[in-house]
């Protein structure tokens, strides 16, 4: 079983940044991909960005390349997305994720794809 916790949200200005951490227990974390959904109110939930097992390939959404980076450290069971030039349309609830991708191929940017969820933490960017 693996379990996902995620912390670092909060209320920021426009412009401002962010660092969310997802700490994950389970031994399976360096074989799993680590993701970030994140979901708006009256709106579904949307990928942000993914990371491989490896850490060799990163995947984000048109909507944050360029201002969010996604990275991992195995050591520490924990993944990060360094949130910057947020937007108030940035604000929602994010998700942290994880499934196996190691010797199989996903769809790093499909909910289907990962078969374990956090709970999810606020970011709120204000205008």
């Known amino acids: 079983q693996v379990q996902l916790v995620e912390s670092g949200g909060g209320l920021v200005l426009a412009g401002g940044s962010l660092r969310l951490s997802c700490a994950a227990s389970?031994?399976?974390?360096?074989?799993?991909?680590m993701a970030w959904f994140r979901q708006a109110p009256g709106k579904e939930r949307e990928f942000v960005a993914a990371?491989?097992?490896?850490?060799?390939?990163?995947y984000y959404a048109d909507s944050v390349r360029g201002r969010f980076t996604i990275s991992r450290d195995n050591a520490k069971n924990t993944v990060y997305l360094q949130m910057n030039s947020l937007r108030p349309e940035d604000t929602a609830v994010y998700y942290c994720?994880?499934?196996?991708?190691?010797?199989?191929?996903?769809?790093?940017?499909?909910?289907?794809?990962?078969?374990?969820w956090g709970q999810g933490t606020q970011v709120t960017v204000s205008s």
């Open positions: 389970g031994r399976t974390f360096s074989t799993y991909a």
């Open positions: 990371i491989s097992w490896s850490a060799r390939a990163t």
């Open positions: 994720a994880t499934g196996p991708d190691y010797g199989v191929s996903i769809d790093y940017r499909a909910e289907r794809s990962y078969a374990y």
